[in-house]
């Protein structure tokens, strides 16, 4: 079976399967229940748009690629708007996102959370959790390599808003 996927005013919305799904394009929102997804694109981010204030991804379980390196505002970012990516199951994921991504706010708020693995995470420029004017956290339950290692520039900092950055050492 291929995951559910409908369009609406408010941008594509899809319901994943437990096999390995494949997700390209432009989401509003996913909800992967299993699996090893990958997801290439816009996703769970929210634009600011008058039909694009809100974007959600709740990837259940699986050892997940997340192939968005060539896309801005993406990852559980928001820009005037909501967003929230939540990676369950603590697989070991691999992270990649353009300027704006994993849980970066502009004007906004936004909320990037992998509860555990061994991920690799990386991103351009205001990034992991950095914050403009906004609230952004990035939050995990286990150290990531991105996170620790190799801080891109402008990772978890704040321009007159709020970013967090919260995993155990």
């Known amino acids: 079976a291929s995951p559910f996927v409908r369009e609406t005013p408010f941008g594509k919305v899809a319901l994943g ?3 390995d799904d494949t997700y390209e394009g ?5 909800v992967a229940p299993g699996g090893n997804d990958r997801y290439k694109g816009r996703v769970g981010a929210a634009l600011g748009t008058e039909n694009r204030r809100v974007g959600f991804l709740a990837d259940l379980q699986g050892d997940d690629v997340y192939d968005c390196g060539d896309t801005d505002i993406t990852l559980g970012a928001a820009v005037l708007g909501i967003a929230a990516l939540y990676d369950l199951g603590a697989g070991n994921d691999r992270y990649s996102g353009g300027h704006v991504s994993l849980g970066a706010a502009i004007g906004g708020c936004a909320v990037f959370y992998d509860d555990g693995g061994s991920d690799v995470d990386g991103g351009k420029t205001l990034t992991e959790g950095a914050a403009g004017f906004g609230v952004a956290a990035l939050l995990g339950a286990a ?4 996170a620790k290692e190799a801080l891109a520039p402008g990772t978890c900092q704040s321009m007159d808003g709020v970013a967090v950055l919260a995993s155990p050492m």
């Open 143 to 146: 150290p990531s390599v991105g």
């Open 26 to 30: 432009d989401y509003a929102v996913i």
């Open 17 to 19: 399967t437990m096999k």
